[in-house]
């Protein structure tokens, strides 16, 4: 799939995207600002042109684009809803415009842990109960694929937790989840594989035992960069497959790229070269 080139300069945002995810698993779009996740969830939307060639549940998006959008539900990274509508009222316009039953539009909330909030304004929800909302809604008619864009890059840690919590119920019940983050702990409670992008192209593949033997080093899980020259070793070191081999070189829990070592180059070599080693010292 190939995003069309801009008005102002002739360069795709996206090239050379090749993708697969099979049926009931989920896969992560997972890298920096600007890498082309939302381009690429765009083209699926079929809000972007593009050449090449999109499948849904095997329908080509290009020549059955109705039929293939209504397999998809979408939760967006910002939420336009209508603050003055109740979640009930919300919930069922949304059934009507997926052809879905109106019954659903109660049980939608329940499953997403609204039915207690059903007759409040959606402008009075707190940011991780219209998250939810936003989740219920794509989750109407019951398409088989669900897409999502940064869907907790606005929330605190707990309503994260929650948001996650009831992701990974519905993974369980069978949808197919494609989703973009740039946060390695949704990658590792969600995925069955994480794709590396960087600029507009897919660097590496990695399936989700590979990713968390990775980040399995005893490290902070919040260390996400190359530590400074006193804190450069790690706590511990203990797995075998990211234990430098008696070389007394220290290991680090995530990579994150370098002026000479790029994010693709680090999540590209194999667990038992992933150390300090991989890294030009600063």
């Not at 799939?1 to 945002?13: D, F, G, H, L």
């Not at 409040?120 to 897409?147: E, F, N, T, Y």
Request: some cysteine; proline content about 7%; charged content about 20%.
């Amino acid at each position: 799939m190939n995003a069309p080139p801009s008005v102002s300069a002739a360069r795709s945002a996206v090239d050379d995207f090749s993708l697969t995810v099979a049926a009931q698993q989920a896969v992560a779009l997972w890298g920096p600002n600007g890498a082309g996740k939302t381009t690429a969830i765009k083209c699926l939307l079929g809000l972007l042109r593009y050449a090449g060639t999109i499948r849904i549940d095997g329908l080509d998006a290009r020549r059955n684009g109705r039929a293939a959008r209504r397999r998809i539900g979408y939760v967006p990274q910002e939420i336009a809803l209508y603050p003055d509508m109740t979640a009930a009222e919300t919930a069922r316009f949304f059934a009507r415009l997926r052809g879905a039953p109106a019954s659903q539009a109660h049980s939608i909330l329940a499953q997403v842990g609204l039915d207690d909030q059903a007759a409040k304004p959606v402008g009075a929800l707190s940011g991780g109960m219209k998250q939810r909302l936003a989740l219920g809604l794509a989750l109407l008619g019951d398409p088989p694929v669900l897409i999502l864009d940064e869907p907790t890059s606005n929330l605190d840690r707990a309503a994260r937790d929650h948001f996650l919590h009831l992701l990974a119920q519905v993974k369980a019940a069978g949808k197919t989840i494609l989703y973009t983050s740039h946060r390695l702990e949704e990658i590792e409670l969600l995925a069955d594989e994480a794709v590396v992008m960087e600029s507009g192209r897919v660097r590496s593949s990695v399936p989700a035992m590979r990713w968390r033997r990775r980040s399995a080093c005893g490290a902070p899980s919040s260390c996400t960069s190359p530590p400074s020259r006193s804190t450069r070793r790690c706590k511990s070191c203990t797995r075998a497959a990211t234990r430098p081999a008696a070389t007394g070189a220290a290991c680090w829990s995530r990579c994150a790229p370098t002026p000479r070592r790029s994010l693709s180059a680090c999540w590209a070599a194999p667990p038992s070269q992933w150390s300090i080693s991989n890294w030009s010292k600063p």
